[in-house]
């Protein structure tokens, strides 16, 4: 790489999002710990114990994988996925209550390109770059219809694997892990697999959050990182999903009685 193309990859790790700790952000767990395995498991734990207490069955979860300072404005999480109440199956052959985490995660070496993986708790926060997360657990009634809808084909048939960390929502070319928790959240609601309702709802229904970044910065973010592009931006003002931008539409519209959390080492608070 010569000096001019390492000036301008330094200035989108620092200014925009590192393609490293983006990475991190939407991946599975690798590479180096943040914090001490001990801790991880502890908070995991703890995370797992909240959801039990509030008797979720089904709760969508987010994870700061980007340190919070190089966030963009108004961005807490980089990735959310769903929690899932289940007989989990240990190394022994014992089966033990618990919660399965069914994530959209992009590919370490294609970062580009997504998987649907089901995983654990201490897996999901093993590459935190901040020990919190945010919860959200739906109606009752919401989560009774995100249950079918995870469990049956509908929730392999909304995974587009075309990633880009900066998905927009109301498009059909690319997506990110929020913008597939998003869809599988308006088929549950709208009990249909059919992509073009969803998005037509989504539309007409859910606010996304705009990417305050400067445009220069995500030009020269899409030529070093593969995972950066704001080709699904027809008006060059990306917006995208968010966890907080879920958990704002969940408050207003589901009349059941949606509560969101964030959940620290030391506390459980309303979010």
């Known amino acids: 790489m010569n000096y001019l193309k390492y000036v301008l990859f330094s200035l989108v790790a620092c200014l925009l999002f590192a393609p490293g700790d983006v990475r991190g952000g939407s991946s599975q767990a690798g590479g180096e710990l943040h914090f001490k395995p001990e801790e991880i498991i502890k908070f995991s734990k703890k995370v797992e114990k909240t959801l039990a207490e509030k ?3 089904v709760a969508i979860i987010a994870r700061a994988g980007v340190p919070r300072k190089k966030m963009p404005e108004g961005i807490r999480f980089t990735h959310t996925a ?3 109440y289940s007989q989990i199956t240990t190394a022994d052959g014992r089966k033990i209550p618990g919660y399965a ?12 390109v997504s998987d649907l993986i089901v995983d654990y708790p201490v897996d999901f926060f093993a590459g935190v ?3 919190d997360a945010g919860i959200i657990i739906p109606s009752p009634e919401l989560q009774s219809r995100l249950l079918a809808t995870l469990t049956s084909p509908v929730y392999q048939k909304l995974h587009n694997p075309h990633y880009s960390v900066i998905a927009n929502p109301f498009t059909l070319d ?5 913008e597939h928790t998003l869809d599988v959240l308006f088929a549950a609601i709208y009990q249909t697999d ?4 969803i998005k037509a709802n989504e539309k007409a229904y859910f606010t996304p959050q705009k990417v305050n970044v400067n445009p220069i910065k995500l030009l020269i973010g899409s ?4 995972d950066v592009t704001t080709s699904d931006h027809p008006d060059n003002t990306p917006v995208t999903v968010t966890f907080t931008t879920i958990s704002k539409f969940l408050k207003q519209y589901d009349k059941g009685g949606s509560q969101a959390f964030l959940v620290t080492p030391t506390a459980v608070t309303l979010y």
């Open 55 to 57: 008797g979720a069955r």
């Open 82 to 84: 769903f929690a899932v």
């Open 101 to 112: 985490i069914y994530n959209l995660y992009q590919r370490n070496k294609e970062p580009d």
């Open 129 to 131: 770059k901040e020990l």
């Open 174 to 178: 690319l997506q990110n892990c929020t």
């Open 194 to 197: 059919d992509i073009k309702v």
């Open 223 to 226: 030529i070093f990182s593969d």
